[in-house]
């Protein structure tokens, strides 16, 4: 989550939903080179409630969104990623990873095969570095697009469908990560059917000038309020999924954070496409030989979190591993966290304590995610 003590929203960049925060009453901070809100008038818990419950609309245009054509294309990306493109249908969504030399993670994005082109969404703060590595690496015919005219929308929630189905009839068509080109409220848009919340929703990206009348006819669903960073980071660590910069970066590969399942079949040793991109060799060991530390859920004991950079130790005092999120779970009303512990600390159940201040807390290791996932697959 970012620091709600930061002062630097004079000299940040402004989403088109800029407006709509000031009208909502956010409270503003700068995140990776955008003034965004952290939260509104209700409040981080209760807008965490409300999207488990109802639904929520966050504004999450400080992401980069990337247009990439032409007919080498995704043999031309496989080459950075470990994701198999060339088999992704049409209308068809992936969660991927761009690795380097030593198996470590660049960044995770979304990657939509759109028919004519891939679909690109790359974290904020790796959007700049992300894209002088598409323009040095990437050959052949592929023409790269940065989409600077247009903002992204996230409708996250049970009732999400509900509102679409208003709005857009035939969103609701859309299975988990599938995606579509339809008109929201009379507005064209390019929707996917996924979310960052655990929670059934859309992605929408609209054209910038349009994202003001779009967001307005969201919110005219009284099961609609605007939701922040502050509940979007609370949101994902429930659902146990990363945050680029804590729980993945270029330190951490694939199989250690738990995400073997983002490396496709094609793209594993024995794979019809195997390997082929930065560190393949690092990543096939692992694969065969396992690694020396995991990610993890942990579960405090009480109910006040332990934050990131905590140290964890086993009941010798021994230091086993690192909080690298960590915060108050609303719906499961108590403290989670995610760690990278020894993998011989790793087991469900393993009891360790996080130095807090000097002082050792009890804490648990658990199965992640904490929430069950709600996401609409049939």
């Not at 759109?114 to 323009?135: C, I, M, P, Q, Y």
């Amino acid at each position: 989550m970012p620091n709600e003590n930061a002062d630097k929203t004079a000299d940040s960049r402004k989403t088109p939903l800029f407006e709509l925060h000031q009208q909502y009453g956010a409270k503003m901070v700068d995140y990776a080179g955008y003034t965004m809100p952290v939260n509104y008038r209700h409040g981080i818990l209760k807008e965490h409630a409300h999207t488990r419950d109802a639904a929520s609309l966050f504004d999450v245009s400080h992401m980069g969104q990337v247009k990439l054509g032409g007919k080498d294309a995704a043999s031309s990306l496989e080459r950075l990623l470990p994701v198999d493109l060339i088999g992704l249908g049409n209308n068809r969504q992936r969660y991927a990873l761009i690795t380097n030399e030593r198996g470590g993670i660049r960044d995770d994005l979304m990657v939509t095969n759109g028919g004519e082109h891939f679909f690109l969404v790359v974290n904020a703060s790796r959007k700049n570095a992300d894209l002088a590595n598409f323009e040095s690496n990437l050959d052949g015919d592929c023409q790269l697009e940065v989409l600077e005219d247009r903002a992204l929308i996230a409708l996250q929630g049970p009732a999400a469908a509900a509102v679409m189905k208003r709005l857009a009839p035939s969103s609701t068509e859309l299975l988990f990560m599938q995606a579509a080109r339809v008109d929201v409220a009379g507005i064209e848009c390019f929707i996917t059917r996924s979310g960052y919340t655990g929670e059934d929703g859309f992605e929408i990206s609209v054209p910038a000038d349009a994202a003001m009348e779009l967001a307005g006819a969201l919110l005219s669903s009284a099961d609609v309020r605007p939701a922040g960073l502050g509940a979007r980071d609370t949101l994902r660590l429930e659902a146990g999924l990363c945050l680029y910069g804590q729980d993945i970066d270029e330190s951490t590969t694939p199989v250690e954070a738990g995400l073997k399942w983002a490396l496709s079949k094609a793209r594993r040793p024995g794979g019809e496409r195997a390997g082929g991109y930065p560190g393949f060799d690092v990543i096939a060991r692992q694969l065969e030989g396992g690694v020396e530390r995991c990610r993890v859920g942990i579960v405090p004991e009480g109910r006040a979190p332990v934050r990131a950079e905590t140290e964890l130790v086993d009941k010798s005092g021994r230091k086993v591993g690192k909080i690298t999120s960590g915060g108050y779970g609303a719906s499961v009303r108590g403290p989670v966290a995610m760690a990278y512990v020894e993998t011989s600390s790793g087991a469900e159940g393993t009891r360790l304590e996080a130095m807090v201040r000097g002082k050792a807390r009890p804490v648990r290791v658990a199965k992640l995610p904490f929430v069950k996932p709600r996401y609409h697959r049939a």
